[in-house]
């Protein structure tokens, strides 16, 4: 990949913009969150190159910043669909039924969590809570909440997302 990268004028310029973002956080303690989702916004995701001149720029090991990239479900190493589905795994959400949500959507979906589909339409994760307790089991599909969800319905509820 990162030979890709080191080909491509466009993300060039991306990885620029990320290292003007490392400059100006440098000095500030605790920044390393706000500065990778920064750098997500800019590049779309965080490869490995990414990572890294977050990490030099900052003065962290690259398996420090890959593990605090790792740990949170709202950074991805690989680059994300058009359409991101988040379920919720919360308790409230897995007691009544978020593991069933995630077995329907990737059946329909032909993904596992973690991957995006062929299409780049839709990327399945996880998340640990999304705060709508009373409401579970939740899924988030981009910025939008759906509600006691069921499997029957996930397929209408994707339909909306078709082009």
């Not at 001149?53 to 910043?65: E, H, K, M, N």
């Not at 998340?127 to 499997?151: F, N």
Request: charged share 25%.
């Amino acid at each position: 990949m990162r030979t890709e990268i080191a080909h491509d004028t466009g993300a060039q310029k991306k990885l620029e913009a990320i290292r003007d973002v490392v400059e100006a956080y440098k000095d500030n303690k605790g920044c390393l969150i706000a500065v990778l989702h920064l750098s997500q916004e800019i590049f779309g995701y965080l490869p490995e190159e990414v990572q890294r001149i977050v990490a030099d720029g900052l003065g962290f090991s690259l398996s420090y910043v890959s593990s605090v990239v790792s740990f949170y479900s709202f950074f991805s190493t690989t680059p994300r669909a058009r359409h991101l589905i988040k379920i919720c795994m919360g308790t409230a959400c897995y007691v009544k039924g978020g593991k069933l949500i995630v077995d329907k959507l990737e059946e329909l979906l032909g993904i596992s969590v973690g991957e995006t589909t062929p299409d780049g339409l839709f990327s399945i994760v996880i998340a640990r809570c999304l705060g709508a307790c009373g409401l579970a089991p939740v899924i988030m599909i981009d910025d939008v909440v759906y509600q006691k969800c069921e499997p029957s319905k996930m397929q209408e509820i994707l339909d909306q997302y078709q082009d």
